[in-house]
C-alpha cells in the first residue's frame, strides 16, 4: 500500500532508486518519471490485490481459511 501511497503524492516509491542509478540530467524528464510510475504500479496492484484478498478469503464465522483440505 506504501507503493500506490507514493503514487498518490505524486513522488512514486521506486524514485529514489532510480535516481541512484540515472544521470541526473534525466530525472526531471517526463519520460523517466512515467517509467517509475509504471514500475510502482506494477509492484503496488500485486500488494494491493493480497491486501484486500487476504481477508476475503478466510470464512466470517471461524476465521478459517476456506481452502479445501488434500488428501
Not at 498518490?8 to 518519471?33: G, K
Not at 512515467?34 to 491486501?51: C, L
Not at 484478498?53 to 478459517?64: D, F, I, Q, V, Y
Request: aromatic fraction near 10%; proline fraction near 10%; charged fraction near 15%.
Amino acid at each position: 500500500m506504501i507503493a500506490l501511497g507514493s503514487m498518490a503524492v505524486r513522488v512514486p516509491s521506486t524514485l529514489q532508486y532510480a535516481r541512484e542509478q540515472a544521470p541526473r540530467e534525466l530525472w526531471h524528464e517526463p519520460a523517466f518519471l512515467r517509467t517509475n510510475y509504471y514500475i510502482t504500479g506494477a509492484w503496488g496492484a500485486p500488494f494491493g490485490v493480497a491486501a484486500i484478498s487476504g481477508p476475503l478469503s478466510r470464512t466470517p464465522e471461524t476465521g478459517a481459511e476456506t481452502r479445501t483440505p488434500r488428501g
